[in-house]
């Protein structure tokens, strides 16, 4: 018999347990997938919803100087202009001239096909829009872009923001939505596509202060991932050479991720100065000024734009949970997921189909799920059923079995550790909800007693 080793984690890993237990599907998969765009599933929808509210509410919800947005994704083709992109937004591309594959020639380590090592042509500057037609005319005058990003949104509509809601400096727009990149490489699963989400602030401070905003956004979006659990040790900030920047930024710093394939973006913080503004002042002709008050003088607020990719910070929230370990010999497969992020939050598990006990069950199950999400799975041994919830992370199991008919009372069992506790149906939800607040598994409920530990062993 081989002896089962725990192993580390790796991309394969997670695209295999992401398609198995439906967290994220190829697109059009029936068709043979679509390049770089991926469906996420029921999980993976749960979970994707779990980060965007975690970081709305941490963003907006929490704090009185930043309000919310939703604008649309296609904009007047003249935003694009003034913001540079039609111009700016672009890789240099180059082709082999022997297998005709395409690459992008600033991630190439050398001047030769990687892929056969044939010679490459001359870089051109390929723009990353996707273009469309508006209406049913299709010529030049009905071209409309899909946005590159979320922030060109933001900024064309300052001006209806500052008048509706009457807020002063510094003020900061969020929004959350789609962007799609016509990206001339991809990969790495869901952290390079051609469809993603970001969620962005443009954060607009007074002309002077911008470096000391710039250095507050950078500890604040970091301590941002280390709430969510992210271990602190796979986080880390990286300055941007002179020559990376962005055509609109005076200063950039990434949150990179260690990810399976090293270290790579996750988050961009840039300082991008009062570009955006004086640009589409410029070119639409209306005022994107601001009164101050205080100075009796109207300015062109700098803007801080901490920008953060949904599909990224996904996919490194599974990375850094993903943990195997070895128990009763088998390897126990588990995702060591944040609560406040776990798709399924409690699963309830009777030992037995059996009518009497089942209907405790479902009573229990109904009761739960007013709260939270909450999973109903009474297929195969407990064990597996334990394992599967493991797997995608459900912090909390509760177990109804034949002594729950009599006590009242059922078996809390915890993911991490996989201690166990009784507890009474009628404090069940206060525990619950201690559990996933975060306090310790083996505070008491009052009524409660310690139950059993699962047997486990440490691997190695
Ligand atoms: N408004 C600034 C902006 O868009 P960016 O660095 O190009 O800046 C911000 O993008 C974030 O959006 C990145 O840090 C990343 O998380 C995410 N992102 C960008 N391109 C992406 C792609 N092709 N696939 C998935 N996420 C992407």
Redo the contacts with the bound molecule.
Sequence with gaps: MTEKTPSKVNMEKIVSLCRRRGFIFPSSEIYGGLS?CWDYGPLGVELKRNIKEAWWRAVVQERDDIVGLDTSILMHPQTWEASGHLQGFSDPLAECKNCHQRWRTDDLEGSSCPACGGELTEPRMFNLMFKTFMGPIEDMASIVYLR?????GIFVNFANVLDTTRKKLPLGIAQIGK?F?N?IT?GNF?????????M?IEYFVKPGTDEEWFNYWLEERLNWYLRLGIRKENLRLRQHMKHEL?H?ARG?Y??DYLFPMGWA????I?N?GDFDLTQHAKHSGKSLSYFDEDAREQLVPCVI?P???????FLAVLCDAYDEELDNEEIRVLLHLHPELAPIKVAVLPLSRKENLAQVAREVYADLRQCWAVSYDDAQSIGRRYRRQDEIGTPLCVTVDFESLEDRAVTVRERDTMNQIRVPTETLRTTLAAKLAGEALFTLPPGGKIWKEERKQNPG
């Design positions: 770089s590159p990003e979320t922030a060109q962007s990149r990206e991809t869901i952290f390079r596509s051609r469809e993603f989400e970001q962005e962005a609109y950039c990434d949150i973006e996750l988050e961009g840039a991008r734009e920008s953060a990719g949904v599909d990224r910070t």
